[in-house]
């Protein structure tokens, strides 16, 4: 069956516990969270605070399949920290910041620390991902190859944000996905839906970030990745996560 995750954060419930049980209202039991969890940062918890988190996760069946690091990539030291307690808790993959766009001859060039915790990571068997954005080093399909390119071997996956693309008037299925040869590298769908005229955010299907296309072509090519729920929409509150949910797969009962 299809995998799908949500973000634990405020917009949820105020603690980790009750963001857990919001979790598990909505029927799903693959999580998202940040590096800073009930307001403590990860890579500075102790390892009795580990544990009440890990025996949280255990005790009702949810997995961080990804985790928010806000670290400067050039910081290895907090990653190392990082990436040894999110081991610890059963971490699947960790969302880095790319920087900025590149400027200069090279704008495909690995951002200045990635190669190092790209290697702790699969020291930890912890994948390593990265997010399109607008601005950003991935605002584009071929900025993102550059950079898979320089990574060589060592490849990051991918988080697909269509609505970072529809918010600047590029399709993100026919302009974008279509054509890339970085399919196999997408790990996460970002199910979120936006108009071309000013990127404002709407319901899944209703908008130009083309989810229904987005997840047939991934799903025909055998995904066993993560759809992706996280609080695109203002004011989004679980009742707003379980809309969102419940359209999605309306979206996949068409297909």
């Not at 069956?1 to 979790?23: R, T």
């Not at 990436?83 to 808790?89: Q, V």
């Not at 890339?180 to 071309?196: A, H, T, Y």
């Not at 679980?238 to 809309?243: F, L, P, Q, R, S």
Request: hydrophobic share 40%; charged share 20%; glycine share 10%.
């Amino acid at each position: 069956m299809y995998n799908f995750c949500i973000k634990a954060d405020q917009s949820l419930a105020e603690s980790f516990e009750n963001q857990i049980h919001a979790c598990g209202r909505l029927l799903i039991n693959n999580i998202e969270t940040d590096d800073r969890i009930d307001g403590e940062p990860l890579f500075a918890m102790s390892g009795k605070t580990i544990e009440q988190y890990r025996r949280l996760l255990v005790q009702f069946n949810k997995k961080i399949v990804l985790l928010d690091c806000s670290a400067p990539l050039a910081d290895a030291e907090q990653y190392r920290q990082a990436f040894r307690k999110a081991h610890l808790l059963g971490v699947e993959n960790i969302r880095v910041e790319p920087g900025a766009a590149a400027e200069g001859p090279d704008p495909g060039s690995l951002p200045a620390g990635l190669a190092e915790i790209l290697k702790i990571g699969r020291s930890y068997g912890i994948g390593v991902v990265l997010e399109n954005g607008r601005g950003s080093r991935l605002d584009g399909g071929k900025p993102i190859a550059a950079l898979l390119r320089q990574a060589s071997a060592a490849q990051p996956g991918l988080i697909f944000n269509p609505l970072e693309f529809a918010a600047t008037g590029r399709h993100p299925f026919f302009h974008v996905f279509y054509s890339c040869r970085w399919k196999s590298n997408i790990g996460f769908l970002r199910v979120n839906d936006g108009l071309f005229r000013d990127g404002s955010q709407v319901m899944p299907g209703q908008g130009n970030a083309e989810i229904k296309e987005m997840a047939s072509a991934l799903l025909a090519r055998s995904f066993r990745g993560y759809f992706s729920f996280c609080p695109y929409l203002a004011g989004m509150n679980e009742d707003a996560y379980g809309e969102v949910i419940d359209r999605f797969k309306a979206l996949l009962l068409a297909m």
